[in-house]
């Protein structure tokens, strides 16, 4: 068999092994396949590298948790979401979830891989954020991470850079391995996400804060402020999340999807009880996280 027929033929083993979901569908349906062929473990340790040097960054620039009532506030409205995300993955619920807040003016929030999160305080004070509001926006980024839309992104990149090498790296397939480490470095860190992404955490995010008890109405709000807030300039969050009409349009049809999920854990008291019915319950660590750990 020749190489290249052989390097077919493993590609597309790699491939059949590599599709699959990383979530279950939930109310909204979020079962698309998906190709990874970047390891989960390797996103999260990659993610896990990008956010301690975030975190360092804050602390000795003084913006890591500063308001104390603020970052309270994120912290309790995220572990209720967190205490939701069974409902699209089981393993989630023990995810080493992590929550802080950076004291700067940009209107941004993010989750890395494996479920670390953190929100700028300008968007919350820009936008003056209800707790509705404030879910809508965490639980849109909780769900970039439960469906792994990072390594999705560094699995089509690296499936690219592989596809160009392979050939003449076949002869000795030191470099595949560290396309893959840089990859992944890469896409740990938040780049602009597809289209098809920002629909997924949309809808995901919308279910979330309805299991949560948050009133899911608000996710069309938060965009309609900030759409209004962005004037001349586009915010970060914005520039990375385009916004569309569509995107409200999508929203408000997938409304009588999760209204019963709100009007459900409304009734049920979701706000006062962080994990019904789950036997584990996602800790989440904000105050004393280890920063600084040296790299290995
Ligand atoms: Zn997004």
């Known amino acids: 068999m020749k190489l290249t027929h052989w390097l077919a033929v493993a590609a597309t083993a790699a491939l059949v092994a590599a599709c699959g979901s990383t979530t ?81 003016k940009t209107i941004n929030a993010w ?31 909780i ?21 160009i090498s392979a050939i003449s790296q076949v002869a000795g397939l030191g470099d595949v391995g560290s396309t893959v480490v840089n990859t992944a470095a890469k896409y740990a860190l938040s780049l602009p ?9 949309d809808l ?13 109405q608000a996710a069309v709000s938060v965009w309609q402020k900030m759409s209004a807030a962005s004037g001349g300039s586009v915010p970060q969050f914005m520039s990375t999340h385009p916004s569309h009409a569509t995107r409200i349009a999508d929203l408000q049809a997938a409304m009588p999807k999760v209204l019963p999920l709100y009007q459900n854990a409304a009734r049920g008291g979701a706000r006062t009880k962080s994990a019904p019915a789950q036997k584990t319950q996602s800790g989440v660590r904000s105050f004393n996280t280890p920063i600084g750990q040296p790299r290995r």
């Not at 890395?112 to 639980?139: C, F, H, N, Q, W």
């Not at 769900?143 to 596809?163: D, F, V």
């Not at 995901?204 to 899911?216: D, F, K």
């Open 24 to 104: 279950q569908g939930g109310a909204v349906g979020a079962n698309r396949s998906q190709i990874l062929i970047v390891s989960e473990a390797m996103m999260d340790e990659q993610a896990k590298l990008a956010y301690a040097e975030t975190l360092q960054k804050a602390s000795s620039a003084r913006t890591l948790n500063i308001n104390t009532a603020q970052t309270a506030r994120v912290k309790n409205i995220a572990s209720r979401l967190i205490a939701q995300t069974g409902h699209f993955r089981q393993d989630a619920l023990r995810w080493d979830w992590q929550v802080n807040v950076i004291q700067e």
């Open 111 to 141: 989750c890395m891989p494996g479920g670390k999160i953190a929100v700028y305080s300008g968007i919350i004070d820009t936008l003056r954020l209800t707790d509705d509001e404030l879910a809508a926006v965490i639980g849109h980024e």
């Open 143 to 163: 769900s970039h991470a439960l469906r792994e839309h990072s390594r999705e992104q560094a699995s089509a990149n690296a499936l690219q850079n592989l596809g």
């Open 193 to 201: 996400f597809s289209r098809n992404h920002e629909t997924e955490a």
């Open 204 to 216: 995901m995010g919308l279910e979330l804060m309805a299991r949560a008890g948050y009133n899911p």
